[in-house]
């Protein structure tokens, strides 16, 4: 699988930052050293190894990682250290320079199921890296022995090295760096001087160093002593001193150059009309370590370094100095990316843009303070007064439309339902007497009274039957233990119980109004509770409320969902974590859609105020 142009991105970037490491040293091995150190972390490798040239075949001179010690001297024929592997877990690239191999940088991997073999981007990376090894090793060779010819170039390369930044502590990392192609010395600083004292402020070959240590101060203290001299100070022998200043830099110092293993020094002072600025100091265990030449190459360097520090605290007072300063380095360090890079980097940066740009996925509204509701209930309410003799259901069951709920006691209606039926059959019998002796009058009479009793016990027998309480709605009971009501007076209209539709519940939540204008009805929204994190729900957005729910700065508006609950997973009275659904828009709509309001705002404000 090829690497996302992000990845190759920070692997370009990689390289680079691995390059420009490889020549702040001046030594071969180290060199070598540091870019197989570099290679298993770019390539994830378990070893890396370089193999010097010789003849036909290739010798094991240095190895890093996994097997380094069976690798160390073998030697292989240059066609099988050449060969590609079967499996794609082992590469090597030629290291040449000029048109002379001079060996080959190798990178291996363990067989593992779940490793990957090396692809074409990381065979063409290698050959990168060990272009940049080639060059620093011929640069380390060159540094080992400058003729006199080549102080010209080394100069130039100084003066565009040292001025080709503003930024002050890149100066001085810069100047002491350099001074060693230019003499052989074990340490090398820079201090600068400030308010009557002298500040270490980089150290060849370090890239952070602690001030407050002893060494620090006493290497701080020693030049701060040097920079008072005011001109060039050599201690070529710290046991045989030749001048006077040596003598006295000696009584005050002995045994800080013996503690620090000192045997000789180079101290310049960093100084124009304006006044001291610095001091340059180089230290070595041998005696006598700088030649003359050497002397006056970084006496060169003193008065570049003088130059380009002045520029650089110059530059600093300048208002938005370190985001311009950051900008020049940004677009030095891009320029100096191959051109074959930068296309890959502007095709890269131009995926991205249209993928933010083109790119358009449904936009989430959050819903603050989502709680579900049945989505339709129903009271139980009793329509005559009496006493609840049984109830028939419990919190959470299901009940049909229809079934019983309770039962009222009965005793008063059923004496008084059994009186009217003896009365009524007392009236019949009557009326059929009087029909038999044919007494029409008393007949009717009778009659009459026997259909008025008939009337008080079916108006009885519907009394009778309002004593049994059912549900209005097929749905689930809601009310929290309705069987405490047995033994309970209920009154006319109050209410046994509260039954709801569970199978469809309604979700309640505020929207704010900067997002209101956003959601319409039939909206997609998705919810997630806390019981079933891993399960998403999906509803619809039923109705849209007409007034804010809060007045303030921050007013809200209501809106309701719909959701199918089928397998009545959904609760009511349940919190969630919900979003609606809103239309497409893309990565950038977003993160412009923000400040652009507010600049709207802004806009139209300033407008009505003017």
Known sequence: MPPSPNAEIVRLRRIRQISVALFENLDQTAVVSAALDGAIELFT??????????????????????????????????????????????????????????????????????????????????????????AALYAAVQADDIEPQQNLALVLEMSREIGSSLDLDRVLRTVVNLAAKAADFDRGAVALYEDGKCDVRAVAGVDTIDAESPEMQDLAVRAGWAA??????????????????????????????????????????????????????????????????????????????????????????????????ALSIKRRQFMEIPRRKRRLFAAAAGLALAMLSLIRWPFRVAALVPTFRPGRQAEVRSIIPGVVEEVFIREGMAIERGAPVARLRETESRAERIALEAAVAAADQASALAASRQEAAEERLQRRRAESLRQELAIETERWHLLTLRAPISGIVLTARPEEWVGASLEAGETLALLGRTDSLELDFAVDQREIDRIIPGAEVRLRIDALPQRTFLGKVSRLGAAALNSGPEPTFPVVAVFANDDGALKPGMLAQARVLTAPMSVLGRLLRTPVEVLRLFWWRAWSWS
């Open 45 to 134: 490798a378990d070893g890396a190894s370089f193999w010097a040239a010789d003849d036909e075949s290739f010798a094991c001179q240095l190895a890093h990682g996994e097997g380094r010690e069976a690798l160390t001297g073998t030697r292989l024929p240059r066609e099988v250290l050449l060969s590609t592997d079967a499996s794609g877990l082992v590469m090597a690239a030629l290291v040449t320079i000029g048109d002379a191999d001079v060996g080959a940088l190798r990178v291996a991997r363990s067989l593992l199921p779940d490793i990957a073999g090396y692809g074409p981007s990381d065979r063409e990376a290698l050959v990168e890296l060990a272009e940049s090894v080639a």
């Open 228 to 325: 008072g001299v005011g001109h060039r100070f050599y201690l070529s022998d710290r046991t045989e001193p030749r001048t006077d200043a040596e003598r006295i830099f000696l009584q005050i110092f002995s045994q800080d150059l013996e503690t620090a293993k000192v045997g000789s020094g180079l101290y310049l002072p960093l100084s124009d009309e304006e006044g001291a600025v610095g001091i340059l100091v180089f230290e070595a265990e041998r005696t006598d370590f700088a030649t003359e030449e050497q002397q006056e190459l970084v006496t060169i360097l003193a008065n570049q370094t003088t130059v380009a520090i002045r520029n650089a605290q110059l530059y600093a007072r300048v208002p938005m100095a370190d985001a311009l300063s």
